[in-house]
């Protein structure tokens, strides 16, 4: 019983953060916390369950990024640069994780959600363009960095992607704030054993202009190379319940598949407002469960 209960919330967690770049992280920690307060699996401390989301999703991104790959959709040049500031960012948080209990960390992780989902908000409808034109304001702005040459830190890096309706997207960030909002990204992702994307692709889409579909592919890249860090230092320090993650990784390498097959197809306003609906629910769960 056991057992099929974790393969179905891995499943759950794979396809939603997946689907949404959020690393399944979201799901399998207050699961696990509730199921275990319930009787239904052995009690965890939220230090065990942070541990154990963290191994398990280094198998969701690794799935999710293998699928994402196929299609193009992954921006590795930016994903590896996010790494230099989220993968320090996730020791210092797995670090930080010890200090809470389960009070406090339910009720922290759920204004945490909350005010993603705010902050997702606050991005305004982003301009559409034609392929062309969006590649030729890209050929611009990176001739206008040329001409006048800057440390590599802060020269501006300009993308450009085109979505399968032919509209093409410029965006762009300065190495130097992209890497401190990771490391911010990379805090969060080892405190609360959510891999860091609820933060990181809302950061994307609203600072950087990235297309929703780019932000939560390049998501699932960091969420990977993160949490291989993450887990590594809860590991260490014994926060890891085994028989829990070997329970939950086939069904969270299933649902990755799944909500990266759905991500495809889903038109990117849909995917931010399903972005914004899973972070709220969540939210609101955690702050009234930590209330009662």
């Given at each position: 019983?056991?057992y ?28 696990l ?7 239904w ?175 939560v ?38 649902g990755?598949?799944?909500g ?33």
């Amino acid at each position: 019983m056991a057992y099929m209960l974790l393969l179905l919330i891995g499943f759950i967690a794979g396809t939603v953060g997946s689907l949404a770049g959020l690393g399944g992280g979201v799901i399998i920690v207050p699961a696990l916390l509730f199921f275990g307060a319930l009787g239904w699996l052995s009690a965890v401390t939220p230090q065990t369950a942070v541990g154990t989301s963290l191994v398990v999703i280094i198998f969701n991104g690794l799935s999710s990024t293998l699928s994402y790959m196929k299609d193009n959709m992954v921006d590795y040049r930016s994903g590896l640069l996010f790494c230099l500031g989220s993968v320090p960012g996730a020791v210092v948080g797995a670090w930080v994780n010890n200090t809470l209990s389960v009070a406090h960390f339910s009720l922290y992780f759920g204004l945490f959600l909350i005010a993603m989902s705010l902050f997702l908000s606050l991005s305004q409808k982003k301009t559409k363009r034609s392929a062309d034109e969006a590649e030729e304001e890209g050929g611009k702005e990176e001739a206008e960095h040329r001409s006048r040459p800057a440390p590599w830190w802060r020269r501006r890096v300009v993308r450009t992607y085109t979505e399968r309706n032919g509209e093409g997207i410029v965006y762009g960030y300065h190495p130097a704030a992209a890497i401190a909002i990771a490391f911010v990204v990379g805090f969060f992702g080892g405190l609360f054993g959510i891999g860091g994307g609820s933060l990181m692709v809302p950061a994307m889409i609203v600072l950087f202009r990235f297309p929703p579909h780019v932000a939560v592919a390049t998501s699932m890249l960091m969420i990977f190379l993160s949490s291989l860090v993450g887990s590594t230092t809860h590991v260490a320090m014994g926060n890891v319940q085994w028989w829990f993650a070997l329970a939950l990784i086939p069904g969270v390498w299933i649902g990755a598949k799944t909500g990266a097959w759905i991500n495809k197809r889903m038109p990117s306003r849909m995917l931010v407002v399903v972005l914004r609906m899973v972070l709220v629910l969540l939210g609101f769960r955690l702050v009234i469960e930590s209330l009662s």
